[in-house]
């Protein structure tokens, strides 16, 4: 049986809701807002995952996030959370997926983050056992991980400096904290998060790119038409592998036998003949080489055709893109967003690696609104009452 949330609410109480899935008969549970919840303790799901790390280091590294744990604690949601239950957990390095792309990325400073899911108290009618639901909603406070600010954004382009994307729409601030794709960024770190992609280096990087699919296409045509010459010489193996079937068949089946033999030879013929004609043609590129060709030569042309002035120029690009358009877009056009990569020398590789340089509050608004369900609006009377400036405290100088 599954549980699921399900909208009810008593006043401004906070408690979540799951429905007993799996038949028309199934019951209801009735949730215990009133019941005091549990924050327990703050512990390590991971550790030193994805990079050698000192036990001093990690140590350092671990107590920061248990002290980030505790200040999200203070918050009126958790201290004490009202029917629900707080599990904070820590994660050192985090996983490759938590490391920007930049030099020296492995030596720079550790990525990790603190994960705080949520679990409700229930109870189901004519009984009195209290159960805990699955979990619920979750927020993230990454630490030296910038990537969830884009690793989301789709790759127009890429070179040896990472991957281009759009930049999201919509950049404001909570707080006065730059917020980006529905993340709160806290740093005191001036340098810029993003530079500008100009519209010659992402030509220039698709460019690459088409002349590496162009490249691979030919390979695969070279290696068809060499698996067809191999075919037509292998003919007397065949022939040799038909008899000797034939000669199998026939004791047991000759009618069998004799049909399998008119058939295998047809086939054989009709084989030979198209791949003879084949090779007797003027050699002229795949479909697929024909297409890579295509690319290439647009993105050139594109580029050729630019000034110097709009070659330093920052790249645009809209989804809207009609075929045999233009790969950049006009900057005037409303839905053009420009193009940007991540700032390689944003962080300071010249301090301690256990220092936090920045903390990104993730996940508490993408599709994280006002709502009936209570699993949901727990989260969203934490992100509307809780001081974020209290996190700068975090951050090493």
Not at 200 to 207: D, G, P, S
Not at 236 to 258: F, H, M, S
């Amino acid at each position: 049986m599954n549980l699921r949330p399900s909208p009810l609410r008593a006043g401004a109480c906070l408690f979540a809701i799951t429905v007993l899935a799996g038949s028309a008969s199934a019951q209801k549970p009735q949730f215990l807002p009133d019941k005091v919840g549990v924050w327990k303790p703050f512990r390590m799901s991971c550790d030193r995952s994805g990079h050698a790390l000192t036990s001093e280091q990690d140590r350092i590294y671990g107590s920061k996030l248990q002290r980030l744990s505790e200040a999200i604690h203070q918050s009126q949601v958790f201290n004490p959370p009202m029917g629900i239950e707080a599990k904070p957990t820590g994660c050192v390095n985090a996983t490759m997926e938590f490391l920007d792309e930049y030099p020296g990325n492995q030596t720079g400073p550790i990525p990790g983050y603190l994960m705080v899911g949520t679990f409700s108290y229930a109870y189901y009618a004519g009984t009195t056992r209290v159960v805990v639901s699955d979990e619920g909603p979750q927020f993230f406070v990454d630490v030296n991980s910038l990537m969830r600010l884009y690793s989301s954004s789709p790759e127009i382009a890429r070179d040896d400096g990472g991957k281009m994307f759009p930049l999201a729409t919509g950049t404001k601030s909570v707080q006065g904290f730059p917020f980006y794709d529905g993340n709160i960024v806290i740093t005191k770190v001036t340098r810029p998060i993003f530079l500008p992609v100009s519209a010659e280096r992402c030509l220039q990087a698709k460019i690459g790119q088409a002349q590496i699919e162009l490249a691979k296409a030919q390979a695969e045509h070279k290696k068809q038409s060499a698996y067809d010459g191999l075919w037509l010489a292998n003919r007397d193996k065949r022939e040799r592998d038909r008899e000797r079937t034939y000669q199998q068949l026939i004791t047991v089946n000759p009618k069998g036998a004799a049909d399998y033999l008119r058939a295998s030879e047809d086939n054989e013929r009709k084989q030979e003949e198209h791949l003879q004609a084949e090779a007797n043609k003027p050699v002229t590129p795949s479909t697929a080489e024909q297409f890579r060709q295509k690319e290439l030569d647009a993105y050139q042309r594109e580029l050729a055709a630019l000034s110097p002035e709009q070659r330093n120029e920052q790249a645009w690009f809209t989804w809207k893109r009609q075929a045999g358009d233009r790969l950049l877009a006009d900057p005037t056009r409303p839905e053009a967003r420009p193009l940007v990569r991540f700032n390689p020398d944003f962080f300071d590789r010249s301090r301690p690696r256990t220092d936090i340089q920045v903390l990104i509050v993730g996940r508490l608004y993408r599709d994280l609104h006002e709502s009936d369900d209570p699993q949901y609006q727990r989260l969203v009377d934490f992100r509307r009452s809780f001081d974020f400036r209290s996190l700068v405290s975090f951050l090493d100088q």
